[in-house]
């Protein structure tokens, strides 16, 4: 079983920068591919970002790409997301997942564990 828990999230100005941290237990964590997602309220949950098992291959939804980067360091068991150049859009609940699979996987019914989710809120 995966433990993963999010941190990082708060309250920011639009253009301002946050970075969410996911830490991940229970399994090696150099085999899992790890990805970030958010749900803001009324909406599904939408894939943002994800990084294979050792770096090498990252993915962006294309709303994040050039603001966003998801980096990993396995000597921590931690994934990143940095979020830069935040807009009001980007307001929502951010969830970290993990999948065992060498991926990186962008769909959501493809993650096996997930974490609580930490809350990201841009004010205009």
């Known amino acids: 079983q995966v433990q993963l828990v999010e941190s990082g999230g708060g309250l920011v100005q639009a253009g301002g920068s946050l970075r969410l941290s996911c830490a991940a237990s229970?399994?090696?964590?150099?085999?899992?591919?790890m990805g970030w997602f958010r749900q803001a309220p009324g909406k599904e949950r939408e894939f943002v970002a994800a990084i294979s098992w050792f770096g090498g291959s990252t993915r962006y939804a294309d709303s994040v790409k050039g603001r966003f980067t998801i980096s990993r360091d396995n000597a921590k068991n931690t994934v990143y997301l940095q979020m830069n150049s935040l807009k009001p859009e980007d307001t929502a609940v951010y969830y970290c997942?993990?999948?065992?699979?060498?991926?990186?996987?962008?769909?959501?019914?493809?993650?096996?564990?997930w974490g609580q989710g930490t809350q990201v809120t841009v004010s205009s």
């Open positions: 997942a993990a999948d065992r699979s060498t991926g990186p996987p962008m769909g959501r019914a493809e993650y096996d564990y």
């Open positions: 229970g399994w090696a964590f150099s085999r899992l591919s």
